[in-house]
C-alpha cells in the first residue's frame, strides 16, 4: 500500500498569506496525485488533477507541483473561504489512498 | 452533468450487514471510461477508500476490508451498492460515493453528498 502523508497537520494563516502543503508518498507515483478540499459537513471537491492540473470552476490561487514522492498543493493569497482539510489523494495504485488531511485554520 | 446519491439504513446494529445504494443520475454506470466507488470517513477523521466495481462488475478493494466487503452494479436501474458484514462501532462513518476513472481520469469527481451510519445496538 502506498502511504501518504501530508504536512503541516494544521496550519493557522492570516488571509492573504501564502498556504503550503506537502504530500510525500512511500514510493514514485509519477504524477498520479490529486488534491481535494472538504468543508465541515460537505463532501471533499477536486482542485487539482494529476499533480498540477487546476480543475475546472476552481480559483487560479490554488496551484499544484511535483512529481515522484514529492508534491505541494499552494494556495496564494488565502481568503476566508478557504479554511478547510485539504487531502492528497494517489491513483497509481490499488489499493487507493489518502493523506491524513491537513486543516488549514484562519487566525 | 453526473450526480451521485447515497442511500441507505442511519442505524445498524453490531454484527449485523450495513447496505448502501449509490443512484447515479446524468451518466451510465455501464461506461468503460469510468469506475464506480465507495470511500468512508469515520467522524473526526480521514478519508478511506472502500473498494470500486467497473462496468463490467469487475472489483478492487480495500485489504483492510476485502474480507467483508462487496460491490456490486446494477445497469437496469443505474446503481452501484456496497454490503459490509460483520460491522462493529468502528465501521460507523459517513459512506461516500464517487467515480474516477480509466488513465487520465483517476481522480475523484463527482461524490456524492455522503451518508452517515451509525453502529450501535
Known amino acids: 500500500e502506498i502511504v501518504l502523508t501530508q504536512s503541516p497537520d494544521l496550519q493557522s494563516v492570516t488571509p492573504k498569506e501564502k498556504v503550503t502543503i506537502t504530500c510525500r508518498a512511500s514510493q514514485s507515483i509519477g504524477g498520479s496525485l490529486h488534491w481535494y478540499q472538504q468543508k465541515p459537513n460537505q463532501s471533499p471537491k477536486l482542485l487539482i488533477k494529476?499533480?498540477?492540473q487546476s480543475f475546472s470552476g476552481v480559483p487560479s490561487r490554488f496551484s499544484g507541483s511535483g512529481s515522484g514522492t514529492d508534491f505541494t498543493l499552494t494556495i496564494n493569497s488565502l481568503e476566508a473561504e478557504d479554511a478547510a482539510t485539504y487531502y492528497c489523494h494517489q491513483s497509481y495504485a490499488f489499493p487507493r489512498t489518502f493523506g491524513q488531511g491537513t486543516k488549514v485554520e484562519i487566525k | 452533468q453526473v450526480q451521485l446519491q447515497e442511500s441507505g439504513p442511519g442505524l445498524v446494529e453490531p454484527s449485523e450487514t450495513l447496505s448502501l445504494t449509490c443512484s447515479v443520475s446524468g451518466g451510465s454506470v455501464s461506461s468503460a471510461n469510468y469506475y464506480w466507488n465507495w470511500i468512508r470517513q469515520p467522524p473526526g477523521k480521514g478519508l478511506e477508500w472502500i473498494g470500486k466495481i467497473d462496468y463490467s462488475g469487475s472489483t478492487d478493494y480495500n485489504p483492510s476490508l476485502k474480507s467483508r466487503v462487496t460491490i456490486s452494479l446494477d445497469t437496469s436501474t443505474n446503481q452501484f451498492s456496497l454490503k459490509l458484514n460483520s460491522v462493529t462501532a468502528a465501521d460507523t462513518a459517513v459512506y461516500f460515493c464517487?467515480?474516477?476513472?480509466?488513465?487520465?481520469?483517476?481522480?475523484?469527481?463527482?461524490w456524492g453528498q455522503g451518508t452517515l451510519v451509525t453502529v450501535s445496538s
Open positions: 464517487a467515480r474516477d476513472g480509466v488513465s487520465g481520469l483517476a481522480y475523484f469527481y463527482p
Open positions: 494529476y499533480a498540477s
